[in-house]
Every structure is written in structure tokens, then in C-alpha cells.
């Protein structure tokens, strides 16, 4: 059966998930004639409606360069904007969550 693909899921489909409070690891896959199939898992975190929430990029927000902040550290160099861990350990401290984004590849 063919699904429909989207970015944005359905209540109904949602709900088959059955996603549990905290983190839920998910995987895709997808299939191609010529490369078979590669399969990824990333995680879902079900948050109460009522938690706050920050979202913060990383690279150049955190790191004061895209490019440095993403090398140096391989040679032993913080390349953090000066006070980011500490303010963000307070802003943690106050009750919120975190989401962190960044356009960086993994691995």
C-alpha cells in the first residue's frame, strides 16, 4: 500500500505513534533502486503542553563562527561565545527545555 508523504502529520496519525512523555526514538528508511535502502532514527520528545521551551541555533549563536566553532574543537579549541554555557545552565536552572539546532552534519 502506497502511503501519502508529508511533513506534517494528521491527529489520527499521531496518535498511532503512541509516543510516551520524555524522548521516543523513531526510525526512517527510505529505498531507491540503484543505492537499496538507508535507515536513520532520530528522536521525538513528548513535552507537556505546559513546559517552556527554548529553541537555539547553534552554529554562530553558540559558537562565534560556523566554520571555526564546527573545526577547532577537533584541535583542542573552544570557539564559544564567552558566558553562553553559563547563561544557558541559568536559563535551564528557571525550568526550561532546550531544543538545539544546527545545519552541521552528524558524525
Known amino acids: 500500500r502506497k502511503e501519502n508523504r508529508t511533513l506534517r502529520l494528521s491527529s489520527e496519525q499521531l496518535k498511532k505513534l503512541r509516543l510516551r512523555r520524555g524522548v521516543n526514538t523513531i526510525s526512517f528508511s527510505v529505498t531507491t533502486k540503484y543505492q537499496g535502502t538507508t535507515i536513520t532514527t532520530a528522536n521525538i520528545y ?62
Open 46 to 107: 513528548l513535552w507537556n503542553h505546559t513546559d517552556k521551551v527554548v529553541v537555539s541555533d547553534i552554529d554562530g549563536t553558540i559558537t562565534k563562527s560556523d566554520v571555526y566553532g564546527h573545526i577547532l574543537p577537533w584541535f583542542g579549541h573552544d570557539w564559544a561565545h564567552t558566558g553562553v554555557a553559563d547563561l544557558f545552565s541559568a536559563v535551564e536552572q528557571n525550568g526550561y527545555r532546550f531544543v538545539y539546532l544546527s545545519a552541521r552534519a552528524i558524525g
